[in-house]
């Protein structure tokens, strides 16, 4: 792993994304150890990892297919929550909803991060 671009990959996306990114953080799958981030801390990077694993567990348990390459959650007083399961590590993104434009979100910025971290782990 590379962690000057880890680290250049968290400061694109809040370069591109600008004052709508309220906390990002990327964290271990295996115990919730974040990695490298801005703005977050030690427990959003562990509430991220849970939040995936449950809800892959319970998928998996029904029959459903597992998360593909993010989920959004819309959450109270304006927040979107996009996770994004990396393998072995997994990447939380808070954002403001009021300032954020989804379609720029998931259409350009989370496909470059995606890229982005899959450079430096490369």
């Known amino acids: 792993m590379n962690v000057a671009k880890l ?7 809040k370069t591109n994304l600008g004052e709508c990114l309220l906390s990002t953080a990327i964290a271990m799958n295996i115990d919730g150890q974040s990695i490298a981030g801005f703005n977050a801390n030690a427990k959003f990077a562990a509430l991220i990892v849970k939040v995936i694993n449950i809800i892959n567990d319970a998928a998996k348990i029904s029959g459903l297919p597992q998360i593909g390459r993010y989920a959004t959650f819309d959450l109270q007083n304006d927040r979107v929550l996009v996770v ?30 995606i890229d982005a971290f899959a450079d430096a782990i490369s």
């Open 84 to 113: 994004l399961p990396l393998g072995e590590y997994i990447w939380g993104i808070l954002l403001d909803s009021t300032k954020t434009q989804m379609g720029l979100l998931l259409n350009i910025e989370i496909p470059a991060a």
């Open 7 to 13: 680290n250049a990959a968290v400061e694109g996306l």
